[in-house]
């Protein structure tokens, strides 16, 4: 089962990020590592709705091709935050 597939399954349901968050726009590293997140919806990234998302991404996927972009809802806002593998805890 392929990253996006496993996300897919868990639409509506919790997710742990066991890395800190990238935010673009200046913002920079969170230092928050271990955040759940509400899993909204997911796309691979060749499909992203680049114009409106984003807005943060993991550690791994800073510099990685490969992957998956997630709405998620963080902290009462959803965000688009790309994610690997590596970065996803299914709960």
Known sequence: ?????????????????????FWYGGR??????????LLLDVTPITDAPWDAAAVAT????AGAAAGALTHLLIDGQ??????????????
Do not use: F
Not at 58 to 61: D, H
Not at 78 to 91: A, I, N
């Open 1 to 21: 089962m392929t990253l996006l597939e496993k996300l897919e399954s868990h639409r509506g349901e919790l997710i742990r990020l066991p890395t800190q968050l």
């Open 28 to 37: 920079g590293w969170d230092s928050t590592p271990g955040r759940l997140c």
């Open 58 to 61: 993991t550690e791994a996927a």
């Open 78 to 91: 959803p965000r688009w935050v790309r994610v690997t593998e590596g970065d996803v805890e299914l709960l």
